[in-house]
């Protein structure tokens, strides 16, 4: 909780702030990186720094912390926080690092609004900024106590498979058996052709219970700029008999034992981390009543499409239902439906508990549905691929 006089200073100069935050984000990545340009080249995406989504996801995590100390003071953003911890933990970030970064974003604060940045004001954000990231340095030793692994592994590739034309699924045997929790990801660390160390998340598509994992890849294809680099790099050249080096699994979108009646859906490349729910609950005997809903381009882009319908039909109260832009000649079933996914259309149980993945505005247009049904906003959980755009705003 924020001191009084803090409280006060940050209500007032929020706006001003929040309205330069872009503004701070880019100035504060672009004075890191040129005295420290090893972060960029081994721990930072280079693929969303060069589309400003890390940018966007920074400006928007510091601006939901801040409102969200002003507005209700006796709340704290926990589904947030989590998230980023987790993110954290995977990538192996470090307690001394958020004093880099406590460096830098406060250069650029002062840089961008200039004047306005009087000591009262710089002491009041620093108390935003330190409780935030306390919170996160806190849950992330949390989670490295709590995994059996200290620091990054070594897996080997035991099949490579290919599941659509952009897709591609790797089966990998870690070198310590690792449990896991259905919905959630591991982190990759590849050395790229520039001997840059790059890291990318993706989630297991698999049930846990096993001493094999598996990633499921889509290429993502990003012209002449660094985005994809590594999905381009995985698809180009691993295969059986390669090792990877992996971190334990992370990620806080996970499916709890038991409750209510579930709503699972997700779009495109969205479906590993729901395929491994919906396996974990066939793997279980689930009789629990499960919705699944999936949206993709076609059915021939739509990854592990067979066993995800082979899945649903194994559970006695679950039922499916695919929503293709295209359908073309598709013998699916059940029948496929055309065109954007509409909730409308389905009979959802009340209460229900739902977990989405996919594109913003696919999630945007669930959750708003959802929510006009009358599903409290806490039972609506979500994961992103890549950095969170929709923080602050969920």
Known sequence: MLSP????????????????????????????????????????????????????????????????????????????????ANKHASLGITPDQYEV??????????????????????????????????????????????????????????????????????????????????????????????GARQIRQYSLSCAPGRDDWRITVKRVRGGDTPEGEVSNWLHADVQAGDELTVSAPFGDLTLPADGPPLLLASAGIGATPILSMVEHLAATGSTRRVTVVHADRSPADHAHRDELGQLVAALPGATLHRWYEEVGDCSCRPAPNVGQVDLTRIDLPDPLVAYLCGPLPFMRGVRTELLRRGVPASDIHYEVFGPDLWLGQS
């Open 5 to 84: 006089d803090s409280a006060a200073i940050v209500r007032a100069t929020l706006p001003v702030v929040g309205g330069s935050i872009q503004d701070i984000s880019a100035r504060f990545y672009e004075m890191m990186f040129a005295d420290h340009p090893d972060l960029l080249r081994d721990l930072f995406n280079r693929g969303n720094q060069a589309n400003g989504e890390q940018r966007s996801a920074l400006a928007g995590s510091i601006a939901a912390f801040a409102t969200i100390l002003v507005q209700r003071p006796d709340e704290r953003p926990d589904a947030m926080l989590s998230r980023i």
């Open 101 to 194: 970064v406590h460096k830098y974003l406060f250069a650029a604060i002062a840089e961008v609004l200039g004047d306005g940045v009087t000591p009262e004001v710089a002491a009041a954000w620093d108390e935003v900024y330190w409780l935030m990231a306390n919170a996160l340095i806190t849950l992330e030793a949390d989670l490295h106590r709590d995994s059996p692994v200290e620091g990054w592994l070594r897996a080997t590739v035991l099949e490579r498979r290919r599941e659509t034309p952009d897709v591609v699924s790797f089966t990998l045997r870690p070198q310590i058996p690792l449990s896991f929790k259905p919905g959630q990801y591991v982190s990759v660390a590849v050395t790229l052709p520039d």
